[in-house]
């Protein structure tokens, strides 16, 4: 047996927490629908038009241009919860003071950023977004420093980030709730380009919606775009991963799998008597060491 496989057995166990007032639950096993949650799923089969779905393309960049005008900085919580989540960002030092060299790929306004470099003064931050306006409301935070952090704007299925990151120089690579919002044939080029400036041995850190989350039951008929595809109202997308999808993708840029698995969180409103399903995927993704048979040192 690989040592893959007898690490994806070892994360069968299911581990429970409670969490900001949720109830936690992390494993391999995707979340089953009610039988009238499946019903629903099933008849909605209708997809926007592929007219309108290559306008939705491009005008992308666009439209989440707009979405930072209408929420600014107001629409996301700080996420505090990052080290307490991804225990690499602190456990892939060789030493405690050891400066870390970090990649937020779609970083918005901060709300990831900031806490983290506030939480860890040796952290040097390379942050970038698809929207303009998001990359300025970082520029202008009161906690932004040129000395801390180099923050550009990128569409990271184009724009090589080699333009602006060295080869080989970044020790870890947050991808939280990004590629999500890009069309999954376009997903793969995301992962190439950050593999240019990931030193080997070093990992991606990944979380993004999963299969049957609550916001992709919300969507009504006529939103699919295709296969757990969906297009909000304002004309932002967003997808929702399968633990095969998100590993056959990863695997296929050349990276090693570690860690890749649900995250289910039951959220209770008690006031309305509301349980709330969330669904995520969470995982690590490693640069090989290794060369393989067609190159040389």
Request: charged share 30%; hydrophobic share 35%; glycine share 4%.
């Amino acid at each position: 047996m690989s040592q893959e496989n007898t690490s994806a057995n070892c994360l069968n166990i299911i581990t429970t927490s409670i969490e900001d007032g949720a109830f936690q639950k992390k494993g391999h096993s995707a979340r089953i629908l009610s039988p009238e949650e499946a019903e629903r799923l099933a008849k909605d089969q209708v997809l926007v038009s592929e007219f309108k779905q290559l306008k939705l393309e491009k005008e992308a960049q666009k439209n989440w241009d707009l979405f930072y005008k209408r929420n600014s900085t107001n629409f996301f919580k700080d996420r505090h919860w990052t080290t307490r989540e991804f225990q690499e960002l602190k456990a892939c030092r060789e030493f405690a003071d050891q400066k870390l060299t970090i990649l937020e790929a779609g970083c918005g306004v901060g709300n990831c950023l900031f806490p983290l470099l506030e939480e860890d003064l040796n952290i040097f931050a390379y942050a970038c977004d698809f929207s303009p306006r998001a990359v300025e409301y970082v520029k202008k935070n009161a906690l932004y420093s040129t000395e801390r952090c180099k923050v550009f704007q990128c569409d990271l299925t184009k724009d090589d980030l080699l333009e602006n990151i060295p080869a080989d120089s970044v020790d870890v690579v947050t991808l939280i709730f990004v590629l999500s919002a890009i069309h999954p044939d376009k997903m793969h080029l995301v992962l190439k380009n950050i593999y240019k400036v990931l030193k080997p041995g070093k990992c991606v850190l990944f979380r993004d919606y999963g299969l049957y989350d609550h916001a992709m039951l919300r969507f009504k008929s006529g939103s699919k775009l295709g296969e757990n595809f969906y297009v909000r109202q304002d004309g932002t997308r967003s997808y929702f991963f399968t633990e095969e999808f998100l590993s056959q993708l990863f695997k296929a840029e050349g990276y090693e799998q570690v860690v890749n698995e649900y995250v289910q969180r039951e959220t209770v409103n008690r006031k309305e008597d509301l349980c709330v399903p969330r669904v995520f995927l969470q995982g690590k993704f490693q640069k090989p060491f290794s060369l393989t048979g067609n190159e040389t040192a």
